[in-house]
Nanobody, 127 residues
Framework: QVQLVESGGGLVQAGGSLRLSCAVS????????MGWFRQTPGKERECVAA????????YYAHSVKGRFTISRDSAQNTVYLQMNSLKPEDTAVYYC????????????????????WGQGTQVTVSS
């Protein structure tokens, strides 16, 4: 079993920054592509960023490109989402997710591809 624990959410003013962390424990000897998703009430959970287990490939949703950066520290079994220039529309519950894979360059933006999920962390951006 794999456990994911997010941290780093909170309340920030528009234009500010937050860094989300996702600590991975359990079967850490396996390889995982990782994703950050967000969800607001009444809307589908959307992928905002994803990264391959090698860290060599990454994806960003159009709405966050140039403002958010996903990274991973394999030694610490932690994935980060650095969020800069935050906007009120970034307000959501953010989830990290792990997708077991044997491919170093693979990632998915589909939530159905991810087997493990964290509990979510609230990010609120005030105008």
């Amino acid at each position: 079993q794999v456990q994911l624990v997010e941290s780093g959410g909170g309340l920030v003013q528009a234009g500010g920054s937050l860094r989300l962390s996702c600590a991975v424990s359990g079967r850490t000897g396996s390889s995982y592509a990782m994703g950050w998703f967000r969800q607001t009430p009444g809307k589908e959970r959307e992928c905002v960023a994803a990264i391959s287990w090698s860290g060599l490939r990454s994806y960003y949703a159009h709405s966050v490109k140039g403002r958010f950066t996903i990274s991973r520290d394999s030694a610490q079994n932690t994935v980060y989402l650095q969020m800069n220039s935050l906007k009120p529309e970034d307000t959501a519950v953010y989830y990290c997710a792990a997708d077991p894979t044997v491919s170093a360059s693979y990632y998915s933006t589909a939530k159905s591809a991810y087997d493990y999920w964290g509990q979510g962390t609230q990010v609120t951006v005030s105008s």
